[in-house]
């Protein structure tokens, strides 16, 4: 698997180089530092508020007692900066936040079942959220080209809005249990014991229907916060746009992320649905890779620290984790 995702964030490199060189590196690379400290700055404090405005989305699904809204941004935290910065498939660092948020004092079902809503609520807005980028595209006349690649996003997307919408009625069939049974006498992973406890877990998140409701909106508000990071980028960039513009190209820009999730950061296929998606609206090729990279300055500089506050969690060392000694021992957890 480690070598799978090795050579997948390699292939992803290779294409960003690929398209970059093309396109014109100087050209890129000017544009690029236009962004400046302060302007990074900017951009980082915006996701940075994304992350936590999320945490609350994700404690509103969980059962009072609750626990401190600053642990469940700290997870969140970690979460967002596992799956942005380390070669693992993108529920990576919701596994982990799952068994942190377990760790920290909340029932292994629930923790897991929180996860999966909260997975859910974030993955059903973003529905809408392209849905409305679509609208927008169409509404200006332009990008049909792009139509394939938004259609992949929205095919990604939807197995796993009805995967979860299933997942209690599937937990609940005994075929599970016995499938857990078989995989638990040849690996040895405690799996049986902890289905009930995920099976309630899950239950009691998706019928409590006002945390469920809160996880929805809040997600919402955050789809579109994330606008103001493209609309910024743009104008530090030098290119300033429109606000429905932004929405269209962040909403898109999603979708065709999603459909490169097999890349680790999906690198190359961001920058490419970029290219794509700018020149709908005009924005040359150097601009629209750069604004790909100013997108991913958030993420190192919010996600760097992430998987500092991760380290001191787990009390481990990370080069244990990147190897898998310590990380692979503690993954044995009932209902994770």
Sequence with gaps: ???????????????????????????????????????????AALRLAQTFLSSFAWRALLSRPRPRAWLVARLRWVRESVNNLLPVAQIGGDVLGARLLRNGGVPGGLASASVIGDLLAQTATQVVFTLLGVFFLVDSGAGSDLA?????????????????WLAPRLLSMGWIDRLAAYVERGAGWALVSG??????????????????????????GIWFLGVFEIWLALYLLGDPRSFAIA??????????????????????????????????????????????????IPDFVCGAPGLWVWRKMEGSNLRDVFFGQKFSAREESHGL
């Design 1 to 43: 698997m480690k070598t799978a995702a090795g050579f997948a964030l390699l292939l992803g490199l290779s294409l960003f180089a690929a398209l970059t060189f093309y396109e014109g590196a100087g050209d890129v690379a000017k544009a690029f530092a236009s962004v400046g400290f302060g302007g990074a700055f900017a951009l």
């Design 148 to 164: 394939f690649a938004v259609v992949i996003g929205l095919v990604m997307m939807a197995p796993a809005l009805t995967g979860f």
């Design 195 to 220: 289905l009930p406890a995920l099976r309630e877990g899950l239950d009691g998140v998706l019928r409590r229907r006002s945390g469920l409701a809160a996880a929805l909106a809040i997600h919402m």
């Design 247 to 296: 929405l269209t190209i962040e909403s898109l820009g999603h979708a065709v992320r999603a459909a490169g999730f097999l890349i680790p950061g999906a690198w190359g296929i961001q920058e490419g649905g970029f290219i794509a998606l700018c020149a709908a609206f005009g924005i040359g090729s150097p601009t629209a890779i750069a604004l790909s990279l100013t997108k991913r």
